[in-house]
T-cell receptor, first 112, second 117 residues
Framework: SQQGEEDPQALSIQEGENATMNCSYK?????LQWYRQNSGRGLVHLIL?????REKHSGRLRVTLDTSKKSSSLLITASRAADTASYFC????????????FGQGTILTVHP | EAGVAQSPRYKIIEKRQSVAFWCNPI?????LYWYQQILGQGPKLLIQ????????DSQLPKDRFSAERLKGVDSTLKIQPAKLEDSAVYLC???????????????FGPGTRLTVL
């Protein structure tokens, strides 16, 4: 079963707008990661946030984590057409071997 | 730094045939993963190796799927016999040992798109 559930399933915005995607999970985690997948570059790691962190930034990306609500959000600011892709959250439950469980993903379309 | 290599990129077979996929992880990565990604879904872990050993194969359909990682480097995933529902993209990923790195960022290969007719 999927540990993470992304919301919305699809998001369509104009270039320059911000895009926010949410991820909810069911059990306690060690860390949560966001990945992007497009046809050109495959599945690529974007950012990792540990369970003791609340917010993290990387370039135009901002990730928040609320462990009390078991949820995370990914904000992409000033979006570009090149950000068009599927975005997945993946949870690490803290097993010794670092197993990740991926959600269903959010399909983001950025119109030029 | 070379990424994760996979071959073939595409494969079309008929049901009940067999097929094999190959993966070469990033040099020095002890952990190797095989995922199945059905269209419209997220990747689902099939099997995870740490060096030569299997650490998780709980979601591998063992009656038809098998995987090995000889010498702790390259890996092959085999399906025999294939079913229509096996049509998917098969992704290989690798990472440093989570305990060593402190985290487990995974690096993915381009995938093999399998179509079973």
């Amino acid at each position: 079963s999927q540990q993470g559930e992304e919301d919305p399933q699809a998001l369509s915005i104009q270039e320059g707008e911000n895009a926010t995607m949410n991820c909810s999970y069911k059990t306690s985690i060690n860390n949560l990661q966001w990945y992007r997948q497009n046809s050109g570059r495959g599945l690529v790691h974007l950012i990792l946030i540990r369970s003791n962190e609340r917010e993290k930034h990387s370039g135009r990306l901002r990730v928040t984590l609320d462990t009390s609500k078991k949820s995370s959000s990914l904000l992409i600011t000033a979006s570009r057409a090149a950000d068009t892709a599927s975005y997945f959250c993946a949870t690490d439950l803290g097993t010794s071997y670092g197993k990740l469980t991926f959600g269903q993903g959010t399909i983001l379309t950025v119109h030029p | 730094e070379a990424g994760v290599a996979q071959s073939p990129r595409y494969k079309i077979i008929e049901k009940r045939q067999s097929v094999a996929f190959w993966c070469n992880p990033i040099s020095g990565h002890a952990t190797l993963y095989w995922y199945q990604q059905i269209l419209g879904q997220g990747p689902k872990l099939l099997i995870q190796f740490q060096n030569n050993g299997v650490v998780d194969d709980s979601q591998l359909p063992k009656d038809r799927f098998s995987a090995e990682r000889l010498k702790g480097v390259d890996s092959t995933l085999k399906i025999q016999p294939a079913k229509l529902e096996d049509s998917a993209v098969y992704l290989c990923a690798s990472s440093l040992l989570p305990g060593l790195a402190g985290y487990n960022e995974q690096f993915f290969g381009p995938g093999t798109r399998l179509t079973v007719l």
